[in-house]
């Protein structure tokens, strides 16, 4: 471990013991290469069920792969469960050879493996390039009484056992920030903790009240906001986000960004890496992605190479970390 990443690591560990969970931020720019030919056809798996922040992400990219003329034809595959493992375990078993074949995957992976220790986890695929950023959104039911992060986490305190946070699977991002919650509540091993396959589903939960609030990224709640049937209380970012207050602006010292990205077999020979890379340097260069990442409310979060295999090394020691310290149950 480089003197440069050791230090950041040890940051981090004291910083999580302290409750605070910060981000390491290595935002590069993809730099397209000289356009190459179509690749004649392309399968995307998405580890996940239609409509969440993966399949968002891997259909905005391979809508933007052909509009650059990258790869000719896209086929998707969804394969839900367990944050990621599931579909991990089966693009692995199926596709880890195929030249033609890409899997999407993020922090919530990252958080799943650490909490699940699967028996296939990310050593067994080939990372790509870091794609996206987005914070999580904290909300609650549109007539809820609660109306802010201090509010939730002073009912998290006083009846944990009724105070269920419903998000994505269990260990990924959304538990991981419902454990920073419950550890402001001072009763982190108490948390009620609801893991759904997808955002709909936890919109249902909290739209119902099987709930009292639910953790997921921005443009899974957005059109819900907007109509009124959920109040936004809080966001993972360090400041204000599309109008909402912070967490750590109101008192609660943790900020935590979900990050998205691309990988592939590691059976795939090396040359056949560098032109899947290629395609989606191409993919994200255009107008096609750039006004996904807008509407979607994301960030550009790109990394490739080495520096993205260093970040994908400690932000899975990290996920390990942070599961024991918040205590994060299956």
Wanted: no cysteine.
């Amino acid at each position: 471990m480089a003197d440069s990443t050791r230090r950041i690591f040890t940051s981090w560990l004291a910083a999580a013991a302290a409750g605070i969970t910060p981000v390491s931020v290595f935002a590069q720019s993809a730099k397209p290469a000289p356009a190459a030919p179509a690749m004649p056809r392309l399968r995307i798996v998405i580890p996940a069920n239609e409509g969440g922040g993966w399949d968002q992400t891997g259909r905005a990219l391979g809508a933007a792969m052909t509009a650059s003329g990258a790869v000719a034809q896209v086929e998707y595959e969804n394969i839900g469960g367990k944050g990621g493992t599931i579909g991990l375990a089966r693009y692995v078993e199926k596709y880890d050879a195929d030249p033609d074949a890409v899997l999407m995957s993020g922090m919530v992976m990252v958080g799943a493996v650490a909490l699940q220790k699967p028996a296939v986890d990310m050593s067994r695929i080939a990372p790509l390039a870091r794609l996206t950023s987005d914070y999580e959104v904290v909300v609650v039911k549109g007539d809820s009484p609660i109306v802010t992060a201090k509010d939730l986490i002073a009912k998290m305190r006083a009846d944990p056992a009724s105070t269920a946070i419903a998000g994505g699977s269990a260990g990924g991002i959304d538990h991981m920030f419902a454990g920073i919650l419950a550890r402001a509540a001072g009763n982190t091993a108490a948390l009620v903790y609801q893991p759904f396959p997808g955002g709909a589903q936890v919109v249902s939960a909290v739209e119902s009240g099987k709930a009292v609030a639910g953790i997921s990224g921005y443009s899974e709640f957005s059109e819900h906001i907007a109509s009124g049937k959920l109040r936004a209380i809080g966001v993972s970012s360090r400041n204000a986000f599309m109008g909402v207050p912070s967490v750590r602006q109101q008192g609660v010292d943790a900020d935590l960004a979900n990050w998205r990205g691309v990988f592939t077999g590691k059976a795939v020979p090396a040359p056949r890496q560098a032109i899947l890379l290629d395609a989606v340097r191409r993919a994200v260069a255009t107008d096609v992605w750039q006004k996904a990442i807008k509407r979607s409310n994301w960030d550009n979060y790109w990394m490739e190479g080495k520096d993205f295999q260093g970040f994908l090394d400690l932000d899975q020691s990290m996920a390990g970390v942070l599961t024991y310290i918040l205590k994060l149950k299956s």
